[in-house]
Protein backbone atom coordinates (compact mmCIF):
# COMPACT_ATOMS: atom_id res chain seq x y z
CA UNK A 1 0.00 0.00 0.00
CA UNK A 2 1.56 3.03 -1.13
CA UNK A 3 -1.26 6.32 -1.19
CA UNK A 4 -4.52 7.01 1.35
CA UNK A 5 -7.10 6.34 -1.29
CA UNK A 6 -5.63 2.59 -1.34
CA UNK A 7 -6.86 1.83 2.01
CA UNK A 8 -10.24 3.24 0.56
CA UNK A 9 -9.72 -0.04 -1.96
CA UNK A 10 -8.33 -2.25 0.36
CA UNK A 11 -11.40 -2.23 2.43
CA UNK A 12 -13.94 -2.16 -0.37
CA UNK A 13 -11.99 -5.89 -1.40
CA UNK A 14 -11.68 -7.02 1.33
CA UNK A 15 -15.21 -6.26 2.69
CA UNK A 16 -16.41 -7.28 -0.72
CA UNK A 17 -15.56 -10.86 -0.32
CA UNK A 18 -17.43 -11.77 2.97
CA UNK A 19 -20.45 -9.76 1.93
CA UNK A 20 -20.64 -11.38 -1.20
CA UNK A 21 -20.11 -14.74 -0.11
CA UNK A 22 -22.49 -14.47 3.12
CA UNK A 23 -24.95 -12.64 0.93
CA UNK A 24 -24.82 -11.53 -2.33
CA UNK A 25 -24.62 -15.34 -3.26
CA UNK A 26 -27.85 -16.12 -2.09
CA UNK A 27 -29.36 -14.41 -5.10
CA UNK A 28 -28.06 -17.13 -7.04
CA UNK A 29 -27.21 -20.58 -4.91
CA UNK A 30 -29.33 -22.24 -3.22
CA UNK A 31 -30.00 -22.06 0.30
CA UNK A 32 -29.30 -24.50 2.06
CA UNK A 33 -25.57 -23.18 0.91
CA UNK A 34 -25.61 -20.26 3.55
CA UNK A 35 -25.55 -20.92 7.45
CA UNK A 36 -29.28 -20.27 8.72
CA UNK A 37 -27.52 -16.44 10.40
CA UNK A 38 -26.87 -15.26 7.11
CA UNK A 39 -30.24 -16.21 5.31
CA UNK A 40 -32.60 -14.80 8.07
CA UNK A 41 -30.33 -11.65 7.77
CA UNK A 42 -30.69 -11.59 3.94
CA UNK A 43 -34.77 -11.91 5.00
CA UNK A 44 -34.45 -9.34 7.75
CA UNK A 45 -32.99 -6.72 5.17
CA UNK A 46 -34.88 -7.06 2.69
CA UNK A 47 -37.94 -6.90 4.70
CA UNK A 48 -36.99 -3.67 6.85
CA UNK A 49 -35.40 -2.16 4.01
CA UNK A 50 -38.00 -3.04 1.33
CA UNK A 51 -35.09 -4.61 -1.11
CA UNK A 52 -37.84 -6.48 -3.06
CA UNK A 53 -34.90 -7.61 -5.75
CA UNK A 54 -33.38 -9.86 -3.26
CA UNK A 55 -36.44 -11.69 -2.69
CA UNK A 56 -37.85 -11.58 -6.38
CA UNK A 57 -34.67 -12.04 -8.08
CA UNK A 58 -35.52 -11.06 -11.32
CA UNK A 59 -33.33 -12.45 -14.06
CA UNK A 60 -32.06 -9.04 -14.76
CA UNK A 61 -30.79 -8.78 -11.17
CA UNK A 62 -29.67 -12.74 -10.92
CA UNK A 63 -27.63 -12.11 -14.02
CA UNK A 64 -25.35 -9.42 -11.88
CA UNK A 65 -24.96 -11.58 -9.01
CA UNK A 66 -23.63 -14.88 -11.22
CA UNK A 67 -21.04 -12.11 -12.93
CA UNK A 68 -20.12 -11.42 -9.07
CA UNK A 69 -19.96 -14.92 -8.56
CA UNK A 70 -17.98 -15.54 -11.54
CA UNK A 71 -16.30 -12.89 -12.39
CA UNK A 72 -15.98 -10.38 -10.03
CA UNK A 73 -14.92 -12.68 -6.42
CA UNK A 74 -11.63 -13.98 -8.09
CA UNK A 75 -11.01 -11.00 -9.00
CA UNK A 76 -11.12 -9.61 -5.53
CA UNK A 77 -8.02 -11.54 -4.50
CA UNK A 78 -6.18 -10.17 -7.32
CA UNK A 79 -6.97 -6.64 -6.76
CA UNK A 80 -6.41 -7.10 -2.84
CA UNK A 81 -2.47 -8.59 -3.90
CA UNK A 82 -2.32 -5.59 -6.40
CA UNK A 83 -3.11 -2.36 -4.08
CA UNK A 84 -1.53 -4.04 -1.10
CA UNK A 85 1.88 -4.39 -3.12
CA UNK A 86 1.11 -0.74 -4.44
CA UNK A 87 0.14 0.47 -8.04
CA UNK A 88 3.56 1.55 -8.93
CA UNK A 89 4.20 -2.08 -8.15
CA UNK A 90 2.17 -4.16 -9.94
CA UNK A 91 0.54 -1.62 -13.16
CA UNK A 92 -0.89 -4.64 -15.07
CA UNK A 93 -3.82 -3.98 -12.62
CA UNK A 94 -4.68 -1.05 -14.46
CA UNK A 95 -6.62 -3.00 -17.60
CA UNK A 96 -7.86 -5.31 -15.02
CA UNK A 97 -9.26 -2.53 -12.90
CA UNK A 98 -10.47 -0.40 -15.76
CA UNK A 99 -12.72 -3.33 -17.06
CA UNK A 100 -13.50 -4.37 -13.42
CA UNK A 101 -14.62 -1.11 -12.85
CA UNK A 102 -16.29 -0.51 -15.56
CA UNK A 103 -18.30 -3.83 -15.71
CA UNK A 104 -19.66 -2.96 -11.75
CA UNK A 105 -20.63 0.85 -12.22
CA UNK A 106 -22.69 -0.46 -15.52
CA UNK A 107 -24.36 -2.92 -13.63
CA UNK A 108 -25.14 -0.37 -10.45
CA UNK A 109 -26.78 1.66 -12.93
CA UNK A 110 -30.19 -0.63 -13.53
CA UNK A 111 -30.40 -1.46 -9.94
CA UNK A 112 -30.22 2.46 -8.52
CA UNK A 113 -32.76 3.15 -11.10
CA UNK A 114 -35.08 0.37 -10.50
CA UNK A 115 -34.95 1.55 -6.72
CA UNK A 116 -35.86 5.44 -7.70
CA UNK A 117 -38.13 4.90 -10.36
CA UNK A 118 -39.59 1.40 -10.43
CA UNK A 119 -43.43 1.14 -9.26
CA UNK A 120 -43.25 -1.25 -6.35
CA UNK A 121 -46.74 -1.61 -5.84
CA UNK A 122 -47.23 -4.26 -7.97
CA UNK A 123 -45.01 -6.46 -6.64
CA UNK A 124 -45.06 -9.63 -4.68
CA UNK A 125 -42.43 -8.32 -1.94
CA UNK A 126 -42.21 -5.72 0.18
CA UNK A 127 -40.78 -2.25 -2.06
CA UNK A 128 -39.59 0.75 -1.17
CA UNK A 129 -42.39 3.22 -1.95
CA UNK A 130 -41.67 7.37 -0.55
CA UNK A 131 -38.80 8.84 -1.99
CA UNK A 132 -36.88 8.65 1.70
CA UNK A 133 -37.04 4.61 1.83
CA UNK A 134 -35.91 4.49 -2.29
CA UNK A 135 -33.10 6.97 -0.63
CA UNK A 136 -32.26 4.26 2.26
CA UNK A 137 -32.25 1.18 -0.19
CA UNK A 138 -30.17 2.73 -2.66
CA UNK A 139 -27.76 3.30 0.56
CA UNK A 140 -26.95 -0.23 0.43
CA UNK A 141 -25.90 -0.33 -2.93
CA UNK A 142 -24.31 2.84 -3.53
CA UNK A 143 -21.05 2.02 -2.11
CA UNK A 144 -20.51 -0.34 -4.75
CA UNK A 145 -21.22 2.29 -7.49
CA UNK A 146 -19.31 4.99 -5.64
CA UNK A 147 -16.04 2.93 -5.31
CA UNK A 148 -15.87 1.81 -8.53
CA UNK A 149 -15.98 4.96 -10.29
CA UNK A 150 -12.96 6.03 -8.31
CA UNK A 151 -11.64 2.94 -8.85
CA UNK A 152 -12.15 3.77 -12.37
CA UNK A 153 -10.73 7.21 -12.34
CA UNK A 154 -7.95 6.44 -10.65
CA UNK A 155 -7.13 3.66 -13.40
CA UNK A 156 -7.78 6.00 -16.42
CA UNK A 157 -5.64 9.22 -15.21
CA UNK A 158 -3.41 8.72 -11.85
CA UNK A 159 0.34 9.69 -13.10
CA UNK A 160 1.79 6.10 -12.27
CA UNK A 161 -0.13 4.76 -15.54
CA UNK A 162 -0.35 7.96 -17.18
CA UNK A 163 3.37 8.70 -16.77
CA UNK A 164 4.19 5.19 -18.51
CA UNK A 165 7.55 3.45 -16.96
CA UNK A 166 8.53 6.15 -14.52
CA UNK A 167 6.84 6.60 -10.85
CA UNK A 168 5.02 9.70 -10.35
CA UNK A 169 6.26 11.68 -8.27
CA UNK A 170 3.93 11.18 -5.16
CA UNK A 171 5.08 7.38 -5.24
CA UNK A 172 8.77 8.02 -5.64
CA UNK A 173 8.49 10.65 -2.37
CA UNK A 174 6.92 7.57 0.15
CA UNK A 175 10.16 5.56 -0.66
CA UNK A 176 13.58 5.26 1.26
CA UNK A 177 16.19 7.09 -0.60
CA UNK A 178 18.88 3.79 -2.00
CA UNK A 179 16.34 1.26 -1.85
CA UNK A 180 17.24 -1.08 -3.88
CA UNK A 181 14.97 -2.19 -7.35
CA UNK A 182 14.49 -6.39 -7.75
CA UNK B 1 -9.32 1.16 -41.63
CA UNK B 2 -6.12 -0.58 -41.90
CA UNK B 3 -7.54 -4.37 -40.55
CA UNK B 4 -9.68 -6.31 -41.93
CA UNK B 5 -11.55 -6.30 -38.41
CA UNK B 6 -12.11 -2.64 -38.98
CA UNK B 7 -14.61 -3.44 -41.31
CA UNK B 8 -16.66 -5.12 -38.55
CA UNK B 9 -16.09 -2.53 -36.28
CA UNK B 10 -17.23 0.35 -38.51
CA UNK B 11 -20.05 -1.24 -39.51
CA UNK B 12 -21.08 -1.42 -36.39
CA UNK B 13 -20.73 1.57 -34.92
CA UNK B 14 -21.91 3.24 -38.12
CA UNK B 15 -24.94 0.99 -38.20
CA UNK B 16 -25.61 2.07 -34.27
CA UNK B 17 -26.44 5.97 -34.80
CA UNK B 18 -29.34 5.30 -37.15
CA UNK B 19 -30.59 2.87 -35.27
CA UNK B 20 -29.97 4.22 -31.78
CA UNK B 21 -31.49 7.64 -33.33
CA UNK B 22 -34.54 6.34 -34.68
CA UNK B 23 -35.80 3.29 -32.32
CA UNK B 24 -33.22 2.80 -29.05
CA UNK B 25 -34.56 6.20 -28.03
CA UNK B 26 -37.46 5.63 -28.27
CA UNK B 27 -37.91 3.58 -24.98
CA UNK B 28 -36.38 6.92 -23.55
CA UNK B 29 -37.65 9.89 -24.90
CA UNK B 30 -41.17 11.28 -26.09
CA UNK B 31 -43.21 9.78 -28.91
CA UNK B 32 -43.84 12.74 -30.76
CA UNK B 33 -40.18 13.51 -31.49
CA UNK B 34 -40.29 10.22 -34.11
CA UNK B 35 -41.20 9.98 -37.16
CA UNK B 36 -44.69 8.03 -37.23
CA UNK B 37 -42.97 5.33 -39.52
CA UNK B 38 -40.26 4.40 -37.37
CA UNK B 39 -42.60 4.66 -33.86
CA UNK B 40 -44.91 1.92 -36.07
CA UNK B 41 -41.97 -0.34 -36.85
CA UNK B 42 -40.67 -0.95 -33.04
CA UNK B 43 -44.94 -1.43 -32.25
CA UNK B 44 -44.74 -3.84 -35.19
CA UNK B 45 -41.20 -5.46 -33.91
CA UNK B 46 -42.35 -5.49 -30.40
CA UNK B 47 -45.54 -7.04 -31.39
CA UNK B 48 -44.35 -9.56 -33.64
CA UNK B 49 -41.41 -10.63 -31.75
CA UNK B 50 -42.41 -10.37 -28.46
CA UNK B 51 -39.68 -7.66 -26.89
CA UNK B 52 -42.03 -7.08 -24.28
CA UNK B 53 -38.37 -4.58 -22.99
CA UNK B 54 -39.50 -1.92 -25.17
CA UNK B 55 -43.52 -1.47 -24.81
CA UNK B 56 -42.98 -1.46 -21.32
CA UNK B 57 -39.85 -0.06 -20.73
CA UNK B 58 -39.22 -1.20 -17.04
CA UNK B 59 -36.72 1.13 -15.20
CA UNK B 60 -33.85 -1.12 -15.23
CA UNK B 61 -33.58 -1.75 -19.41
CA UNK B 62 -34.83 2.58 -19.28
CA UNK B 63 -31.14 2.56 -17.37
CA UNK B 64 -29.02 1.08 -20.58
CA UNK B 65 -31.24 3.49 -22.84
CA UNK B 66 -30.22 6.41 -21.12
CA UNK B 67 -26.82 5.47 -21.18
CA UNK B 68 -27.22 4.88 -24.72
CA UNK B 69 -28.29 8.20 -25.28
CA UNK B 70 -26.00 10.25 -22.95
CA UNK B 71 -22.72 7.98 -23.19
CA UNK B 72 -23.12 5.65 -25.96
CA UNK B 73 -23.99 8.03 -28.93
CA UNK B 74 -21.29 10.95 -28.13
CA UNK B 75 -18.82 7.98 -28.82
CA UNK B 76 -20.09 6.78 -31.78
CA UNK B 77 -18.39 9.58 -33.80
CA UNK B 78 -15.20 8.51 -32.03
CA UNK B 79 -14.89 5.76 -32.83
CA UNK B 80 -15.81 5.92 -36.42
CA UNK B 81 -12.79 8.18 -36.65
CA UNK B 82 -10.28 6.41 -34.89
CA UNK B 83 -10.76 2.86 -36.43
CA UNK B 84 -10.96 4.78 -40.05
CA UNK B 85 -7.88 5.97 -39.51
CA UNK B 86 -6.73 2.99 -38.20
CA UNK B 87 -5.57 2.15 -34.26
CA UNK B 88 -1.98 2.71 -34.96
CA UNK B 89 -2.59 6.05 -35.57
CA UNK B 90 -4.75 6.52 -32.86
CA UNK B 91 -4.23 4.17 -29.95
CA UNK B 92 -5.83 6.75 -28.07
CA UNK B 93 -8.86 5.08 -28.53
CA UNK B 94 -8.02 2.02 -26.48
CA UNK B 95 -9.18 2.96 -23.32
CA UNK B 96 -12.43 4.76 -24.35
CA UNK B 97 -12.65 1.33 -26.62
CA UNK B 98 -12.07 -0.87 -23.41
CA UNK B 99 -14.31 1.28 -20.83
CA UNK B 100 -17.31 1.42 -23.78
CA UNK B 101 -17.22 -2.17 -24.40
CA UNK B 102 -17.04 -3.64 -21.07
CA UNK B 103 -19.68 -0.96 -20.46
CA UNK B 104 -22.08 -2.72 -23.63
CA UNK B 105 -21.39 -6.47 -22.75
CA UNK B 106 -22.53 -5.78 -18.91
CA UNK B 107 -25.16 -4.07 -20.15
CA UNK B 108 -26.34 -6.81 -22.85
CA UNK B 109 -26.01 -9.63 -20.01
CA UNK B 110 -29.30 -8.51 -17.71
CA UNK B 111 -30.81 -8.42 -21.11
CA UNK B 112 -30.37 -11.84 -22.61
CA UNK B 113 -31.13 -13.38 -18.72
CA UNK B 114 -34.26 -11.93 -19.08
CA UNK B 115 -34.89 -12.47 -22.45
CA UNK B 116 -33.80 -16.21 -21.66
CA UNK B 117 -35.13 -16.27 -18.30
CA UNK B 118 -37.62 -14.34 -17.10
CA UNK B 119 -41.21 -15.35 -16.74
CA UNK B 120 -43.51 -13.58 -19.66
CA UNK B 121 -46.94 -14.83 -18.91
CA UNK B 122 -47.69 -12.26 -16.22
CA UNK B 123 -46.25 -9.16 -19.00
CA UNK B 124 -48.89 -6.96 -19.81
CA UNK B 125 -47.16 -7.17 -23.27
CA UNK B 126 -46.77 -9.88 -25.29
CA UNK B 127 -43.16 -11.59 -24.59
CA UNK B 128 -41.21 -14.70 -25.77
CA UNK B 129 -42.84 -17.95 -24.69
CA UNK B 130 -40.83 -20.82 -26.03
CA UNK B 131 -37.16 -21.30 -26.52
CA UNK B 132 -37.46 -20.81 -29.91
CA UNK B 133 -38.71 -17.40 -29.57
CA UNK B 134 -36.15 -16.56 -26.62
CA UNK B 135 -33.83 -17.53 -29.13
CA UNK B 136 -35.21 -15.30 -32.36
CA UNK B 137 -35.62 -12.12 -29.94
CA UNK B 138 -31.96 -12.47 -28.26
CA UNK B 139 -31.00 -12.27 -31.84
CA UNK B 140 -31.90 -8.76 -32.11
CA UNK B 141 -29.63 -8.04 -29.31
CA UNK B 142 -26.88 -10.47 -29.21
CA UNK B 143 -24.92 -8.33 -32.04
CA UNK B 144 -24.83 -5.45 -29.12
CA UNK B 145 -23.13 -8.43 -26.76
CA UNK B 146 -20.52 -10.09 -29.34
CA UNK B 147 -19.19 -7.20 -31.19
CA UNK B 148 -18.20 -5.05 -28.55
CA UNK B 149 -16.87 -8.39 -26.71
CA UNK B 150 -14.68 -8.49 -29.88
CA UNK B 151 -14.21 -4.60 -29.55
CA UNK B 152 -12.88 -5.56 -26.10
CA UNK B 153 -10.81 -8.45 -26.40
CA UNK B 154 -9.15 -6.29 -29.65
CA UNK B 155 -8.58 -3.50 -27.32
CA UNK B 156 -7.19 -5.65 -24.59
CA UNK B 157 -4.77 -7.73 -26.78
CA UNK B 158 -3.88 -6.29 -30.32
CA UNK B 159 -0.21 -5.80 -30.68
CA UNK B 160 -0.35 -2.20 -31.41
CA UNK B 161 -1.55 -1.33 -27.79
CA UNK B 162 0.65 -4.48 -26.53
CA UNK B 163 3.65 -3.21 -27.86
CA UNK B 164 3.73 0.12 -26.81
CA UNK B 165 5.15 2.48 -28.94
CA UNK B 166 6.10 0.07 -32.12
CA UNK B 167 3.76 -1.01 -34.59
CA UNK B 168 2.75 -4.61 -34.51
CA UNK B 169 4.00 -6.82 -37.62
CA UNK B 170 0.99 -6.97 -38.76
CA UNK B 171 0.03 -3.54 -39.72
CA UNK B 172 3.23 -3.13 -41.00
CA UNK B 173 2.60 -5.35 -43.59
CA UNK B 174 0.21 -3.25 -45.13
CA UNK B 175 1.93 -0.67 -45.55
CA UNK B 176 3.46 0.75 -48.85
CA UNK B 177 7.15 0.25 -48.33
CA UNK B 178 9.36 4.12 -48.32
CA UNK B 179 5.63 5.46 -47.11
CA UNK B 180 6.44 8.63 -44.99
CA UNK B 181 5.04 9.14 -41.61
CA UNK B 182 3.54 12.46 -41.00
Redesign the interface.
Known amino acids: MERIIDILFLLYFGSHIPIALFFDFQAVLPGWMFPKLFVDTVDWYAEEFGDAMMKAK ?7 C ?2 ELFLQFPFFFVALYAYWKGISKCRWIR ?1 PI ?2 YS ?2 VV ?2 L ?6 I ?3 DFTLESYKGPRTFTERLQLSGFYFPYFIVPLVL ?1 LDA ?1 FHPVYVNGGSESTRTVKHKPKGRKHH
Open positions: PAWFKSFTCLIVTHTSIPILFHFLHLL
